[in-house]
């Protein structure tokens, strides 16, 4: 059964200190698959909390929200962004996300995106390599390649790698964002997957 779109309501986390608004799914057919879903987004969110010193430091503050990236043809990709702040010059924003079949439950990895051996840790970072030097971004150290477990969400018919704030540019500019379309990729997506469910 086709989901278009899915219902997402807003929570909100507010203590002292803490103002995070965060997704939750409403609606799904499968209220098994509704309650693993939302409680992954809520790991995900609580996880970042806690890495951003929450709990370890009393003086860190932490502002988050969020955004739907896809929501359609039973996908749904998000991102959430928080800001913490503990003295200095200045916060540090940390951003994740999270790639979801509401239909079957499942949360991909990137290279559940593609076919089984397609080579796409080299085809993607060719495309980044070009990107890089068309925008010519200014590395803090050369760019080695994306990670196994890299960050990424789909947003419509793109694939968006994305990096850490230091982990590939300075701070000033921002998180580095590398947006492929999936007409790029067409060859070595999977067909049955996020990005192949796009194609047509």
Known sequence: MSILPVEIRTRHLLQPKLDVYY??????????IEEKLNERI?????TMITKQGFYDYPATEITG???????????????????????GAHGLSTLRSLTMDVQTGKV???????????????????????QIKDRDLPLLSPFKGIAPNQ?????????????????????A???????????????????EGPLGRMLY
């Open 42 to 46: 809520y790991q995900q969110v609580q």
């Open 65 to 87: 929200g969020y955004e739907v990236k896809t929501n359609e043809r039973n996908i749904v990709s998000l991102t959430n962004l928080h800001y913490s702040y503990s003295g």
């Open 108 to 130: 991909y990895k990137l290279k559940e995106l593609f076919k089984p051996d397609a080579p796409y840790i080299k085809r993607l970072n060719k495309i980044i390599e070009a």
């Open 23 to 32: 997704p939750q799914l409403a609606g799904l057919v499968d209220h098994t």
């Open 151 to 171: 960050y990424f969400y789909q947003a419509d018919r793109a694939l968006i790698i994305y990096f850490q704030l230091y982990d590939l540019a300075p701070y």
């Open 173 to 191: 500019f921002g998180f580095p964002f590398f947006v492929i379309s999936v007409y790029e990729i067409e060859d070595i997506v999977d067909q």
